[in-house]
């Protein structure tokens, strides 16, 4: 027998051993009452024994058995899955990067940019491992497992303020989302990330900077912001980056380069007054859109000549950007050169274009508008308008609108308002004003011939009645007064009860002075002079008085209050008069010895009635 003859031991192939395990298997009850049978879950594998042949290299299978186990639940793992089955939905068309620039690829694969993010937009993760990343137009479907953890672990970390340098796609994808409005609230918040993101990353990554700069532009263009791009680049200090752009609200500037009437060149113009007329061309343009309005008409499509053939404009032609959002009819002018035009959700883009008509219009109104500007201010030198092109006067004339009239009725309510001159009066000196005007217009009022009059004389109050006929005017002064007798004061005859409440010593018969009557404390409130006075004194005048009565520093105490001093005299004086009939103060504003007494009364204690 040569070593060729020998006799091998024969084993069963794989489908064999599969047909005799399923026929050999044993049924369910068997199972059930023997658990050391093998599960159904179980799948038999072989394992070769090469130690049971002589020859090297030979074996057998030997048939053994093992338990698969069910993989550990990957839940990140799936969404990512969910995530790429928004792709297997759409026709998904990125074969390679040079295909990006055909107009159907790049729409399709930003539709499918946008819904995935809108998917990814709130998901957060922690992962350890650093997984680098590089690609054009990068996506969220180009990345691997690893390459998606470390992108989104990136944008958490972002998102809480934690800037980290990262693979140069990664700061590129973040930026996609941004524009497509993924992960914030609002256009607002979109834009302030934005500008965020390119103070934080344009010293580390500069290609990413310069596209962050054009992609502002943009942002401004596609979305309606409470703001122009023209204020946004001032406020941000970005006007090195944007040459040449002009304030949309106004057109000054862009209605300037192409009027028939340059009035920045005017001598007018240059002698100090560009404000005044850039802000009165302001007024007028805003109030004659409003005219025209009304009438039917519209101001700039007389001014701008309708385009045809217009190029087509592609916000954030640079990016995966889906234009999700409807858009109005409307027009932006960033300046001169540049004009967006939205109509029906397409955007189409070109420089100024205006008719010969719209020229000589704009021309007239700047002019008209200088015009009037001499005449009101006085100007040396006058300037005629000229007149309306013949198609431009027959149209507003259809329209009924007198644009003479118009122009200068809105010069000249610009320049009332301008040049008027603002009072700014205080509240607190106007007061003073009024206070001392009323005091002094009430010391001028000459009392009535029939009204009782006080005087002093030798120290003593006295009141004389005034004569109310002409028998009185005949009569003896002061009837049974014999000289040198204390006069017994008598009570008018029109109004006895108003002498005897400003006479403190009407009860008395014949006092000596006023020091020798009882205290005025001791009289009844409702009929007790002293005690109207306390009440009718302000807290100033009557803490002024305390200071006279102890002969302290009352210049010093009226400067603290800001009332002069002789308002404060004349106050309590007067008050006094009306009160008890007689002045407490003199020129010197010292304290008569007569009322020292009384005085003193009214300022110990306090005050508590105003």
């Known amino acids: 027998m040569g070593k060729y003859d020998r006799e091998y031991e024969a084993f069963r192939i794989f489908e064999q051993v599969r047909d005799e395990r399923e026929a050999d298997a044993p049924s369910s009850q068997e199972k059930a009452g023997n658990p050391e049978l093998p599960l159904e879950s179980e799948v038999p594998f072989y394992e070769i024994e090469y130690d049971a042949c002589p020859l090297p290299g030979v074996g057998k299978f030997v048939l053994k058995s093992q338990k698969v186990t069910a993989p550990v639940k990957d839940e990140v793992r799936e969404k990512f899955n969910r995530m790429r089955d928004i792709a297997r939905k759409n026709q998904y068309l990125y074969y390679e990067n040079s295909r990006f620039y055909d107009k159907r690829i790049r729409q399709e694969n930003s539709k499918i940019f946008y819904e995935q993010g809108r998917f990814m937009e709130d998901f957060e993760d922690h992962y350890e491992k650093e997984a680098s990343f590089s690609a054009y137009f990068p996506s969220y479907q180009m990345m691997g497992y690893e390459q998606l953890r470390a992108?989104?672990?990136?944008?958490?970390?972002?998102?809480?303020?934690?800037?980290?340098?990262?693979?140069?796609?990664?700061?590129?994808?973040?930026?996609?989302?941004?524009?497509?409005?993924?992960?914030?609230?609002?256009?607002?918040?979109?834009?302030?990330?934005?500008?965020?993101?390119?103070?934080?990353?344009?010293?580390?990554?500069?290609?990413?900077?310069?596209?962050?700069?054009?992609?502002?532009?943009?942002?401004?263009?596609?979305?309606?912001?409470?703001?122009?791009?023209?204020?946004?680049?001032?406020?941000?200090?970005?006007?090195?980056?944007?040459?040449?752009?002009?304030?949309?609200?106004?057109?000054?500037?862009?209605?300037?380069?192409?009027?028939?009437?340059?009035?920045?060149?005017?001598?007018?113009?240059?002698?100090?007054?560009?404000?005044?007329?850039?802000?009165?061309?302001?007024?007028?343009?805003?109030?004659?859109?409003?005219?025209?309005?009304?009438?039917?008409?519209?101001?700039?499509?007389?001014?701008?000549?309708?385009?045809?053939?217009?190029?087509?404009?592609?916000?954030?032609?640079?990016?995966?950007?889906?234009?999700?959002?409807?858009?109005?009819?409307?027009?932006?002018?960033?300046?001169?050169?540049?004009?967006?035009?939205?109509?029906?959700?397409?955007?189409?883009?070109?420089?100024?274009?205006?008719?010969?008509?719209?020229?000589?219009?704009?021309?007239?109104?700047?002019?008209?508008?200088?015009?009037?500007?001499?005449?009101?201010?006085?100007?040396?030198?006058?300037?005629?308008?000229?007149?309306?092109?013949?198609?431009?006067a027959e149209e507003l004339g259809r329209a009924g609108i007198d644009l003479e009239a118009e122009v200068r009725g809105a010069v000249l309510e610009f320049y009332r308002e301008a040049t008027k001159t603002v009072v700014t009066v205080d509240p607190d000196r106007l007061r003073r004003i009024r206070q001392e005007a009323q005091q002094t217009q009430e010391k001028l009022t000459v009392p009535e011939e029939n009204e009782a009059f006080a005087f002093r004389q030798g120290g003593k109050l006295q009141t004389a009645p005034g004569p109310s006929n002409k028998e009185s005017e005949t009569a003896a002064p002061f009837p049974g007064l014999n000289q040198g007798q204390e006069r017994k004061p008598e009570p008018r005859a029109l109004d006895p009860e108003s002498l005897q409440k400003n006479n403190p010593w009407q009860d008395n018969p014949a006092p000596e002075s006023p020091q020798k009557s009882n205290s005025w404390q001791d009289i009844p409130e409702p009929d007790n002079p002293w005690q109207n006075l306390k009440n009718s004194l302000t807290q100033t005048e009557w803490e002024g008085l305390g200071i006279l009565w102890k002969n302290g520093d009352i210049k010093t105490f009226a400067d603290s209050r800001e009332i002069m001093l002789e308002v404060l005299a004349e106050g309590i004086n007067e008050k006094a008069m009306d009160c008890v009939g007689d002045a407490l103060l003199d020129q010197e504003l010292a304290i008569y010895e007569d009322y020292r007494e009384q005085v003193g009364e009214i300022c110990s204690g306090t005050k508590n009635k105003e």
């Open 151 to 392: 992108y989104f672990t990136w944008r958490t970390r972002l998102r809480q303020g934690e800037i980290a340098d990262t693979s140069t796609s990664y700061l590129f994808l973040y930026l996609y989302e941004l524009i497509n409005q993924i992960g914030v609230r609002n256009e607002e918040e979109g834009l302030e990330k934005l500008m965020d993101f390119w103070l934080a990353f344009r010293d580390r990554q500069g290609g990413v900077g310069r596209y962050v700069l054009r992609w502002l532009k943009d942002y401004h263009i596609y979305y309606e912001l409470p703001w122009t791009f023209k204020e946004f680049i001032d406020q941000n200090g970005l006007n090195a980056y944007y040459p040449e752009l002009t304030d949309p609200e106004d057109n000054f500037e862009l209605l300037c380069g192409i009027s028939k009437y340059d009035i920045r060149k005017s001598v007018f113009y240059g002698e100090g007054r560009e404000a005044l007329i850039r802000d009165c061309f302001r007024f007028l343009n805003g109030r004659l859109k409003q005219r025209f309005g009304e009438k039917g008409l519209d101001l700039e499509e007389l001014i701008f000549q309708p385009a045809k053939n217009m190029p087509q404009w592609t916000p954030f032609k640079d990016a995966l950007f889906y234009p999700a959002k409807r858009q109005r009819d409307r027009r932006v002018v960033l300046s001169e050169k540049e004009i967006y035009l939205c109509s029906q959700n397409q955007w189409t883009f070109n420089t100024t274009l205006t008719t010969e008509s719209g020229k000589r219009l704009v021309g007239y109104i700047m002019k008209l508008m200088e015009s009037v500007l001499r005449q009101v201010a006085k100007y040396k030198y006058k300037i005629s308008a000229g007149s309306l092109s013949q198609q431009a």
